[in-house]
C-alpha cells in the first residue's frame, strides 16, 4: 500500500494546473461570469484536446486510457480554478454523444426538480432519473430547450434553466445508470475538493497580509484556529476522495462527496468570514467559489441520499 | 495512490489473523476497570503473548528489539487486532507507543539495552509524567526541579493526570536542569523509578469516576545521571519527539474500534426501532462517512510516514482533531440509540465510553493546542503572543 500519488499522476495535476493557469486565469474566470457563465467553446476545445473528457476512454476508442484517480485528481484541478460548466457529464457521456470526448460538445446535465445548467450552449442533455441514465439529443433537446424559462441563477458561473417534466420526453439510454450516477458524484466531490483547498489558501494569504492591532491578523487565535479547521476539512475530505477514486466503491463515493459537499461549503463560509468586509464584496472571490459548492452539493447525490446510503451499509 | 496491500502484505496479515484466531479464545475473562492489579496482569499478559509469537514492538527498529516492519504492516497489526477484539494496548499504552519509541530513536545503546526489552515482554510498564498543575498546554513552563548531586539529578516538584501511575515501574519525567534558561532550554528528560523513595501517587477519581491517572508527588527523589535520555537541557527537543509518536500513531488502532461501535449501534437501532428515526438513521450513516475517511486519513498519513522513514509529521495533528472530535459525536449518537433510560445506565459499555470521550480532546494535547500546530506549522500563519 502506497497512498500517495505517483510520479505520473503528481505531473498530470501539474500539468492541468498549468493549462488552467494559463487559459483561464483569474481575469478570464472573471471575464467568463461577467457574460453569463459562457463555458468558453474555445477553452471547452483546448480541454478536449488536452485529453480530459477522453481520460478514461480506453486508447482504443482514442482515448488517453486512465482511470478515475487520474480524474478526480483534473477535477480537483478544474473546482480550484473555478472553471464553469458540464464538466463531469460531458466526461461521463464522452465516447457516447459525438464530439464530448474532443471537447466539441457539450453535454449538460438534468435532474429531477433541479434546474439544469448552461442548458443554451448544450449539445445533449444527460438526464439522471434514479439509477437510471438517458440523453436527449436533437429534435428532443430542442423542444426541451424551447420550453425550458431561464432561472436567475444563483451561481453567476452557471447561468440555469426551469425544464418541463422530462418524463415525457424520449432519449437514448445510457447502460448502467447508477454508476453514471457515482462517477459524477465523485467527480463533482473533487471539484469541490480543490474548491475547498482553494478558500483555505486564500484565507491563509489574507490572514497573513492584512493587519489589525499592529499585526496580521493570522496572529489572531480566532482566525488561526479558523483557518486550521478548514485545513482539517479539506485534508479529511481529500483523503475520503482519492481513496474513493481507487476503490470505486458505492459506499465510499456517497461518504466522499457528503464530506467534499461540506469541506467546499465551510471552507468558502470560514474564508469568507477571515476576509471581513472584503469577503462580503462582489469582487472578493469567496462568494463565487460558496456559490458554486451550494450548486455542486446539489448535484449528482444529496447529502439526505448520501446519509441513506452510509446508514444502510452499516451492519 | 495505490490502497492495494502487497503479497507481502496479505501473507502477514494471513498468518496475524491465524494467529489471533489461535490464542485469542485462551484469553483470561477481562478484569473490572476498578481492578487495577488484575488489569496490569492481563494488559502484560497480552503483552507477553505478542513478545512471544513474534509481534511486540512490531515497528520498532530491529536494533532496539522490535520487528522492524513497515508502517503497513504495522497498520494491518493495528487493524486486525481491533477487528478481531484482541485486548487493548491499555496499562502497555506508554511504554510501547511513546517512551518506548523515544528511548529507541534518542536513548544510548545501554539505555535501549535496559529498557527496551522489558517493555516488548510486558514486564515493565511507563507512564508519562509531563503535566504539572501548572504547566499543561504550557508544558514548557514546568517547575519540577531536577538538581546534579554527584552521579545523582534530585528531583522535586508536582505531577498531575498521570495515567496508570499506580501500576508504572518507571516514568518518563519531564524536569527543569536549568532554571535559569528560557524556558524551552532548560529541561532534561529523565526516566526515574516509580518505586524510588520519595515518589508518591495519590489517584485522581475521573468523571467516569475511575481513577485512570493520579497525581504524583516528588519529593528529593534520586535518579541517576544514566537515566536521562538526550543530553542535559535538550529535553525539550525530545519531548517534541515524544509528542510526535503520541500524536502520530497512538490513536491509529481506535478508528477500526469506533467502526465497529458504529456497526453495532446501527445493530441496536434496527433491534430496538430507532432506527426509523431518519434523522438518527442520518446520523449514523455521516458518522459512517466519517470514520471511514479517518481510515483513509490514517492509511494517507501512514504513507507519507513511510517516506520519511517511519517517523509520524504533523498530519498526527490533523488526525488527531478530527478524530477526537468524531469519537465524541459518535458516543452521542449512540445515547440517542439507546433511548433516555438506557443512556442512564452505567452498566452499558457504551455510557461508560461516553464518559470517556469526552478526555479526548483534552488529553495528549486539547483541539485548542492542535489547531495552533496546525495553523502554526503547517499552514506557516504567524505565532501568537
Ligand atoms: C484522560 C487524561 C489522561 C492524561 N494523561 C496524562 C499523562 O499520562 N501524563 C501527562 O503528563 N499528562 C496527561 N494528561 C494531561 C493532558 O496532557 C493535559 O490535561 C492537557 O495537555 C491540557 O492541559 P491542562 O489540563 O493543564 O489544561 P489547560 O492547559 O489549563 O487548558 C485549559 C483550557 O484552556 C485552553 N488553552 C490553554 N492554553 C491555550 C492556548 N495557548 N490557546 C488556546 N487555548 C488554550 C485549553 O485548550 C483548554 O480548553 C492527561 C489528561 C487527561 C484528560
Avoid at chain 1, 492591532?213 to 489572531?220: D, H, R, S, V
Avoid at chain 2, 504547566?135 to 493526570?161: C, E, F, H, M, P
Wanted: proline share 5%; hydrophobic share 45%.
Amino acid at each position: 500500500m502506497d497512498f500517495r500519488l505517483t510520479e505520473d499522476q503528481r505531473a498530470l495535476r501539474a500539468g492541468i494546473r498549468e493549462l488552467l493557469a494559463g487559459r483561464f486565469d483569474r481575469d478570464r474566470m472573471r471575464a467568463a461570469l461577467d457574460g453569463g457563465g459562457d463555458i468558453g467553446r474555445e477553452l471547452w476545445r483546448e480541454l478536449g484536446t488536452a485529453g480530459l473528457f477522453a481520460l478514461r476512454l480506453p486508447e482504443t476508442a482514442g482515448g488517453v486510457g486512465l482511470g478515475l484517480p487520474e480524474s478526480v485528481l483534473a477535477f480537483d484541478e478544474i473546482g480550484r480554478a473555478l472553471l464553469p460548466g458540464p464538466l463531469a457529464a460531458t466526461q461521463l457521456a464522452a465516447g457516447v454523444v459525438k464530439g464530448a470526448a474532443e471537447g466539441e460538445a457539450v453535454v449538460a446535465l438534468a435532474e429531477a426538480g433541479r434546474p439544469v445548467g448552461h442548458l443554451a450552449q448544450a449539445d445533449a442533455l444527460l438526464v439522471l432519473d434514479g439509477d437510471r441514465a438517458r440523453l436527449l439529443t436533437g429534435g428532443v433537446l430542442r423542444q426541451v430547450a424551447g420550453e425550458a424559462r431561464p432561472v436567475r441563477s444563483l451561481d453567476p458561473g452557471t447561468p440555469l434553466w426551469r425544464v418541463p417534466d422530462l418524463a415525457a420526453y424520449d432519449g437514448e439510454p445510457l447502460p448502467n445508470g447508477a454508476r453514471v450516477r457515482r462517477e459524477g458524484a465523485l467527480l463533482t466531490a473533487a471539484e469541490q475538493l480543490g474548491s475547498a483547498a482553494r478558500s483555505l489558501e486564500s484565507a491563509v494569504q489574507h490572514a497573513g497580509q492584512r493587519e489589525q492591532f499592529g499585526t496580521p491578523i493570522g496572529a489572531f487565535q480566532a482566525v488561526k484556529h479558523l483557518c486550521a479547521g478548514m485545513l482539517v476539512r479539506a485534508e479529511t475530505a481529500r483523503t475520503a476522495v482519492y481513496a474513493a477514486a481507487v476503490t470505486a466503491d458505492p459506499v465510499e463515493i456517497a461518504g466522499a462527496k457528503l464530506l467534499a459537499d461540506d469541506a467546499a461549503v465551510g471552507n468558502a463560509r470560514d474564508c469568507l468570514q477571515v476576509h471581513g468586509g472584503m469577503g462580503f464584496t462582489w469582487e472578493a472571490d469567496v462568494h463565487l467559489h460558496l456559490k458554486r459548492a451550494w450548486l455542486r452539493a446539489g448535484q449528482w447525490l444529496t447529502a439526505a441520499d448520501a446519509q441513506e446510503a452510509l446508514a444502510a451499509d452499516l451492519a | 495512490m495505490d490502497l492495494a496491500y502487497t503479497d507481502e502484505e496479505e501473507e502477514f496479515r494471513a498468518r496475524l489473523r491465524e494467529w489471533l484466531t489461535s490464542v485469542l479464545p485462551g484469553l483470561p475473562e477481562k478484569p473490572d476497570p476498578g481492578d487495577w492489579p488484575g488489569r496490569r496482569a492481563y494488559d502484560t499478559g497480552w503483552q507477553r503473548l505478542l513478545h512471544d509469537a513474534g509481534y511486540a514492538g512490531l515497528n520498532w527498529p530491529a536494533d532496539a528489539g522490535g520487528r522492524g516492519a513497515t508502517p503497513t504492516q504495522h497498520l494491518i497489526f493495528l487493524e486486525e487486532t481491533e477487528r478481531a477484539g484482541a485486548p487493548y494496548v491499555g496499562a502497555n499504552f506508554v511504554g510501547l507507543l511513546h517512551a518506548g519509541p523515544t528511548i529507541a530513536a534518542e536513548g544510548t545503546a545501554a539505555q535501549r539495552a535496559r529498557w527496551l526489552p522489558p517493555v516488548l515482554r510486558g514486564d515493565e510498564i511507563w507512564c508519562q509524567g509531563f503535566s504539572e498543575p501548572d504547566a499543561g498546554s504550557d508544558l514548557a513552563s514546568l517547575r519540577t526541579r531536577a538538581v546534579r548531586d554527584g552521579d545523582d539529578y534530585v528531583v522535586s516538584g508536582q505531577k498531575i493526570w498521570t495515567s496508570h501511575a499506580e501500576v508504572a515501574d518507571w516514568c518518563e519525567l519531564l524536569v527543569r536542569t536549568d532554571p535559569a534558561a528560557p524556558k524551552h532550554r532548560g529541561i532534561s528528560w529523565l526516566a526515574m523509578r516509580m518505586d524510588a523513595p520519595g515518589v508518591t501517587v495519590r489517584p485522581l477519581r475521573t468523571l467516569a469516576g475511575s481513577t485512570e491517572f493520579a497525581e504524583m508527588f516528588l519529593d528529593e527523589v534520586r535518579v541517576p545521571v544514566s537515566h536521562r535520555v538526550g543530553a542535559e537541557n535538550d529535553g525539550w527537543r525530545v519531548t517534541m519527539v515524544t509528542l510526535s509518536f503520541e500524536r502520530g500513531t497512538a490513536f491509529v488502532g481506535e478508528v477500526v474500534a469506533c467502526r465497529r461501535t458504529l456497526d453495532a449501534l446501527a445493530a441496536e437501532a434496527r433491534h430496538n426501532g430507532r432506527w426509523d428515526d431518519t434523522v438518527l438513521r442520518r446520523r449514523l450513516g455521516r458518522l459512517n462517512a466519517e470514520f471511514r475517511a479517518l481510515w483513509r486519513l490514517t492509511q494517507w498519513n501512514v504513507s507519507e510516514a513511510q517516506s520519511t522513514g517511519g517517523v509520524p509529521g504533523t498530519g498526527g495533528s490533523v488526525f488527531k482533531l478530527r478524530y477526537s472530535h468524531a469519537r465524541q459525536e459518535l458516543y452521542e449518537a449512540a445515547a440517542e440509540v439507546l433511548g433516555a433510560g438506557d443512556a442512564l445506565d452505567l452498566d452499558r459499555e457504551w455510557v461508560l465510553d461516553r464518559l470517556s470521550s469526552l478526555s479526548y480532546t483534552i488529553a495528549a494535547g486539547t483541539s485548542q493546542i492542535q489547531r495552533n500546530i496546525v495553523a502554526e506549522r503547517i499552514l506557516g500563519l504567524p505565532k501568537g503572543r
